[in-house]
């Protein structure tokens, strides 16, 4: 990280990328990117050997079957299987970043700042933020909660490292890959989405991390069959 990127202080301190920095980074997505990642949007589905998606029952189960389950570690030293403990039956956002990324990943991270700030007490109640590393061999739990220290991330918000293998699986099985294999090896391109959905109804979408928080709270919404109101963004809309 260094400490000419583009952010600004926000109301409670915590910094949050200006606009130029946003149209930056989301030009950099590109297209490609985009295209990946819509492309895997629709509930996560499998496709079958004729070329037809095969869907799959909203259940708890329907995931089990199909999302990547491997062991990983937290940043607070835990020990779980990612989809058993992280994401079945709940409301998720998933990204990847890497502590040591300078380009993307510093706006990326105050964006989803101001989307956890957006969803107040849900963080962790009902809505749960996770973030996957793209560099486990550099991070471990300690540089994971390091790097949550200095961005003050609370409570709701779960960072994630384990063996390369696994990290791979994910990264593949929740679609956080570009299409271009020459694109795909150099993480200083990654791709920077999330994944929002909700697995108790196999209900997926995708969006850039850097779209407006109130768009991503929106998406939140989406995946909700309540319809629950995300308690920041209300009160903006009640302005």
Known sequence: MTSSNPLQAGDDGRRVPEEPARRQALAGIGPGLLAAGMFSTAGLAAWTAEGKPKRYAGTPLAGRRRLPNPIVLTHDGRRLRFYDDLVRGRIVLLNMT??????????????????????????????????????????????????????????????????????????????????????????????????????????????????????????????????????????RLEL
């Open 98 to 235: 890497y502590t040591q990324c300078s380009n993307i990943c510093p706006p990326m991270t105050a964006n989803l700042l101001n989307v956890q700030r957006m969803l107040g007490p849900r963080a962790g109640r009902d809505v749960f933020m996770i973030s996957i590393t793209l560099l486990p061999e550099h991070d471990t739990p300690q540089a994971l909660a390091e790097y949550m220290q200095r961005y003050r991330i609370g409570p709701g918000w779960t960072f994630v490292t384990g063996r390369p293998a696994d990290i791979e699986q994910l990264r593949r099985g929740f679609g956080f890959f570009d299409l271009d294999p020459v694109v795909d090896a150099d993480r200083s391109q990654h791709t920077g989405m999330v994944r929002i959905g909700n697995d108790a109804l196999d209900r997926w979408c995708m969006n850039p991390a850097l779209a407006e928080p109130e768009q991503i709270c929106e998406s939140i919404r989406a995946v909700d069959p309540h319809k629950r109101p995300i308690p920041g963004y209300q009160r």
